[in-house]
Antibody
């Protein structure tokens, strides 16, 4: 079945970087965009950026420009999101999501999330 | 930057109709979608392109979008519908989520 499997929880110190992976299965990885969304504890959803797995083209929210890098390895159907210069405010669950059955401007398949904790 | 505004909370009695609004400048000119999120779970898409239901989403979920407001309507609300709901749209190739609405079924 269609699924996105994300990497495990991470604990990082302020100023460090974290790289989260998202492995796709059950569909053609290069056919659908991958979005990255995060959620701090008790807070709402926050869209971070998207990537076209076919071309590698990316776009991100202005808030994350210069700090987020989205890449992919098409040979293993995996997308990556790297966030640098981590701050305590970056502590959150990070989700990858993609539109498979619905429209291309929505997200109908989500990973289970990767918890990133930033603490000294 | 573009903003979407939702009421923090909405309450509804079982069997009644719940309406959750999402406001944004000329939102009606964009497509809106809605996500349901229960505690400890990933979001689930319940409405896309204003009023389309993904496969597997009950018919009691419907949506509309006009002017500056998109609305998610849940008819015959059930206890299982108690969750947080988020609207989402795109502005200049940037995704935007509303702040979320906690739906309580009393």
């Amino acid at each position: 079945q269609v699924q996105l499997v994300q990497s495990g929880a991470e604990v990082k110190k302020p100023g460090a970087s974290v790289k989260v992976s998202c492995k796709a299965s059950g569909y053609t990885f290069t056919s659908y965009a991958i979005n990255w969304v995060r959620q701090a504890t008790g807070r709402g959803l926050e869209w971070m950026g998207w990537m076209n797995p076919n071309s590698g083209r990316t776009g991100c929210a202005q808030k994350f420009q210069g700090r987020v890098t989205m890449t992919r390895n098409t040979s293993i159907s995996t997308a990556y999101m790297e966030l640098s210069s981590l701050k305590s405010e970056d502590t959150a669950i990070y989700y990858c999501a993609t539109p498979i059955s619905a429209s291309s401007d929505s997200m109908d398949v989500w990973g289970k999330g990767t918890t990133v904790t930033v603490s000294s | 930057s573009y903003e979407l505004t939702q009421p923090p909370s909405v309450s509804v009695s079982p069997g009644q109709t719940a309406s959750i609004t999402c406001s944004g400048d000329k939102l009606g000119d964009k497509y809106a979608c809605w996500y349901q999120q229960k505690p400890g779970q990933s979001p689930v898409l319940v409405i896309y392109q204003d009023g389309q239901r993904p496969s597997g989403i009950p018919e009691r979920f419907s949506g509309s979008n006009s002017g500056n407001t998109a609305t998610l309507t849940i008819s015959g609300t059930q206890a299982v519908d108690e969750a947080d709901y988020y609207c989402q749209a795109w502005d200049s190739n940037t995704g935007v989520f509303g702040g979320g609405t906690k739906l309580t079924v009393l």
